[in-house]
């Protein structure tokens, strides 16, 4: 299974956009690139989610690079109920979904 | 209520007991899976079940056993619970298009299992 790489934490302020990174150099053809977030005490939830141009939904857009090796989710205004651990994940064919250990983002008010 | 429900949502048992915990949905999924965490870490996949007759391995299928009764019910089963078993337990469940990588997850609010 492909793997992808996040940083394992990042600080926002309220109201600023935010930008969180994902390398996943060893994607395949078939990859879609999926976005889930976790709030404290609760399942992840489903952000987003793209294979090849850029997405936009009302939660988050989804930048992926030409190449595909990387991609970034943009919250374009932070607020207090973003603060989560985000997990950028490859999901191909197979419907496995591996997760791996995801970004804290902290918002500051 | 809620999409996909999980039962127990906090359990306490001891060394050797069997425990099972329920997922159920009202999604109309067909794929469901079990996931594990640990406090700190993501979530690893022990099983996944894309119709009630295929039942597949994930990453950590050791010590731990699933049924899928019905396309709504999907249970996890501990034969007989280890410490290193307490974790937090999600259920989650998400359409079968068949051969995308686009199904998107919807999951269960979780169970916390703890192992004397």
């Known amino acids: 299974d492909a793997k992808t790489t996040q940083p394992n934490s990042m600080e926002s302020n309220e109201e600023e956009p935010v930008h969180l990174p994902c390398n996943h150099s060893?994607?395949?053809?078939?990859?879609?690139i999926h976005w889930y977030r976790q709030l404290p005490s609760q399942g992840p939830e489903y952000v987003i989610h793209?294979?090849?141009s850029n997405v936009n939904n009302r939660m988050a857009s989804l930048a992926i690079a030409e190449d595909r090796k990387s991609s970034t989710l943009i919250l374009h205004r932070a607020t207090l109920r973003d603060a989560a651990v985000y997990y950028c994940?490859?999901?191909?064919?197979?419907?496995?979904?591996?997760f791996g250990t995801g970004t804290r983002l902290q918002v500051f008010p | 209520d809620a999409d996909v429900t999980q039962t127990p949502r906090n359990r306490i048992t001891k060394t050797g007991k069997r425990i099972m915990l329920e997922c159920s949905q009202t999604?109309?999924?067909?794929?469901m899976y079990w996931y594990r965490q640990d406090p700190g870490l993501g979530l690893r996949l022990i099983y996944y079940?894309?119709?009630?007759?295929?039942?597949n391995k994930g990453e950590i299928s050791d010590g731990y056993s699933v049924s899928r009764q019905a396309q709504a019910k999907f249970s996890l089963s501990l034969e007989s619970a280890i410490p290193n078993q307490t974790a937090l337990y999600f259920c989650?469940?998400?359409?079968?298009?068949?051969?995308?990588?686009?199904?998107?997850?919807?999951f269960g609010a979780g169970s916390r299992l703890t192992v004397l």
């Open positions: 994940i490859l999901r191909d064919y197979t419907d496995k979904l591996i």
């Open positions: 999604k109309g999924h067909d794929r």
């Open positions: 793209g294979l090849t």
């Open positions: 989650a469940t998400s359409e079968g298009i068949k051969d995308s990588g686009a199904n998107v997850l919807t």
């Open positions: 079940s894309f119709d009630v007759k295929d039942i």
């Open positions: 060893t994607i395949s053809g078939t990859d879609y």
